[in-house]
């Protein structure tokens, strides 16, 4: 497995996102650093990805050390970091583009939305062992979206007011014609065949160009979640991870459920309702033809993955989880309270920063 | 005959109100004028609207008229010096070394050679030495103002802004324990030579400080509430402004002191980042006009040697500073030519240290006034000039498209 992270760069006065990706990426550069770490589509915001892993804690001493280091760097240019799914004030007119050919391409093709695409997510690679194993797993996990939607929910705030979601993030990216889920293709040759087919009307050139929620990535041998906000820490980001893991390896291995197009018939509420209320939101199960809560449907599916998480070494990780899924404890809530006890968005931006930076000092509303 | 009391006598008395409106209107206009025709800064325009006013130009702006000006004039260099304060960072400082190191070799270089230059041009060394100190300052209203227009944001912009403040500071320390000198040069008793720079020092010093715990406290006390924040810091700048005045303490030192200690003491992040521009704009024009209007182009036809000596001293020293530690300091590969450029002008603190270094001696101040004030003129009108250029060419402004 494998992460991507999706971070902000504020100015250290007022919190706000700053413009400062270009200078930051050329001292990265300059000084050197563990990892991979890339510009996004505004200059506000950087991407940093772990190197492949196997063992999830091997993950967070990798995603440590490259936090580390951007933080260093970006304090010698008087910048902060931070994590979460959405700054909580900026003012997406105010962005400007990465001076990419790529970049100003998608800013020509989707115009304004580009801009308001400043936001945060983090991504999983899960390795395949073969194409039509990556389509079924792409299948499977549509299942488990809301999970991962809610346990990484940090996007409370958007443009300077309370949304009443806990994950805002993906309303902005549910405006893409491309994004949502990908067509219910069982078998990795008709899905070559639907992909040349979009390519042959000009509407895609590669894989990159969908924005599915969870998509294969063949160029990897991976399938890729992207529903995930990105959380408020580097510790958060690798037990999301070791959740990912865990699941794929017992989807793959046991292949307990049927892949079927009914799950599609209510991916999109259950999807919302994650976004909503998180913890709380209602869950549609196509499988045992029943609505439950969310909260029950994590818990009791991280008490299933206990024998394998045993073999995969992840077992830490999701009693984590579990422990702060049964308490309905999460970034979005985090968020929140910072906001009522300071009483500004952009004391919320700060303590966000400081968060990342490793310095829990705050609140504790997370344990 | 019908008693007409009532009525305006001749001639109609010259009223502060009416005149700063006068200025306003008529920088505000100026400004929009050169920025369409000419595509220039509007600072360029505030400025050449007060030289057209003032001595050099129509003469309405007379010294009868000084004295109120000077009341505008010191709120928006208030203004301007507390927001400066507010954007120098000294966790900045101790994060970037060589942004520290830079600052010290800028300010060094560039006194030393403005002092040979000086002396070169015979000078003696009582003045050479006070006009150099006066030099090291960059103008920050020039530069703040500048970068608020143009929306300029990124490295260069925010080490432009820190190393104005640090100049300013190190100038305005520089002068004040110079007017030791000049008092001693002018037989005043050592008591007074030692005092005078000690009180302006540490009386403004502590004045700044303990407007900033006041603020801090108040600010707790109040919560967080933008509009609340915005009255109480313009309340104390207005306050501050005119205490330091009637303290006899330097309006300078204590506003750029309460500027830096607001922030770097607000360890709870107490008082919210609030924005004094919509505010201050007014102010900041008439602080302009009324610099154009101070300034004297028969200053400039006596002085014209001496100050472009001085200037050219001034650049080269600040730029070998700036480019000998800019690439130590994180920050892009060739825009340490540009931050050089960013800190060209020198003005509005300038005048104000000017005024002050020589409030007592009026023949030195007219002596030192005649190699300052020169490259004063010549900075306020090109350095706008220097600062969007830079900018600009950082790609730190937020263009229109």
Known sequence: MGVELELQILNSHDYNLSRDAVDLLALLEKIGH????????????????????????????????????????????????????????????????????????????????????????????????????????????????????ALSASSPFQQGTDTGFQSSRLNTVSAFPLSGSMPFLQKWDNFVAYFEKMRGFHIVESMKDFYWDVRPKPDYGTVEIRVLDTPLTVERAALLAAYAQTLAYYALVKRPLQVSEDMYLVYKYNRFQACRY????????????????????ILGTLELLSPYSARLNTRKALDVLHADASMRRGDAAWLREAHRKFGSLNDVARCQSEEWAGRHTLISAQA | MANVEFLPQFPIPDNPFALFGILLLAGALAGELVRRVLNLPRITGYVLIGLTLGA???????????????????????????????????????????????ALAECLLSFGSMFTVLLWFGI???????????????????????????KAEGQITERALNLVAINSVTAFVLT??????????????????????????????????????????????????????????????????????????????????????????????????????SFGQAFFIVLFVATGAMLRIDNLITG????????????????????????????????????????????????AMTYSAGKFYPAFNEKLSAIVLAAALILELIGPLAVQFALRSAKEARTAT
């Not at chain 1, 913890?279 to 439950?292: E, G, L, M, P, S």
Request: aromatic letters at 10%.
């Open chain 1, 34 to 149: 563990p990892g991979a770490i890339k510009p996004e589509i505004t200059e506000s915001m950087i991407e940093l990805n772990s190197s492949v892993h196997s063992n999830y804690e091997a993950l967070l001493v990798e995603l440590r050390q490259i936090r580390d280091t951007v933080v260093r760097a970006a304090a010698q240019l008087n910048l902060r970091i931070a994590g979460g799914g959405s700054h909580p004030f900026h003012d997406w007119s105010e962005r400007r583009i990465y001076p990419t050919e790529r970049f100003r391409h998608l800013l020509e093709v989707y115009g304004y939305l580009a801009k308001q695409f400043t936001v945060f997510g983090q991504h999983i690679h899960i390795g395949c062992p073969d194409g039509d194993a990556a389509l079924y797993l792409t299948h499977i996990l549509s299942r488990y979206v809301p999970h991962f939607i």
């Open chain 1, 278 to 297: 998180g913890f709380d939101a209602n869950y549609a199960d196509v499988h045992a033809r029943r609505q439950i809560s969310l909260q029950r449907d």
């Open chain 2, 56 to 102: 050099s130009g129509l003469n309405l702006l007379d010294t009868r008229m000084f004295d109120y000006m000077r009341v505008f004039f010191d709120i928006g260099l208030g203004l301007v010096l507390f927001e400066l304060g507010r954007r120098l960072d000294l966790n900045w400082l101790r994060h970037d070394r060589w942004l520290a190191v830079l």
């Open chain 2, 124 to 150: 003696e060394p009582l003045y050479a030495t006070v006009a150099a100190a006066i030099g090291v300052s960059s103008s920050p209203a020039i530069v703040m103002l500048v970068a608020r227009e143009l």
């Open chain 2, 176 to 277: 004040t324990m110079l007017l030791s000198w000049i008092h001693h040069e002018y037989h005043a008793s050592w008591l007074i030579a030692l005092l005078h720079p000690f009180y302006i020092l540490v009386g403004s010093f502590y004045a700044g400080f303990l407007a900033s715990v006041l603020v801090l406290m108040l600010a707790r006390w109040l919560g967080k509430q933008v509009e609340l924040h915005l009255t109480l810091l313009l309340a104390m700048i207005i306050f501050l402004v005119g205490a330091a005045e009637a303290l006899k303490l330097s309006v300078l030192m204590t506003l750029l002191t309460f500027g830096v200690l607001v922030r770097n003491m607000d360890q709870d992040h107490a008082l919210m980042s609030v924005d004094l521009g």
């Open chain 2, 304 to 351: 014209f040697g001496v100050a472009a000596g001085y200037i050219a001293a001034r650049f080269v020293g600040k730029s070998i500073g700036v480019m000998c530690f800019a690439h130590l300091s994180g920050i892009r590969a060739g825009s340490g030519g540009l931050l050089s450029i960013a800190l060209l002008p020198m003005s509005g603190v300038a005048l």
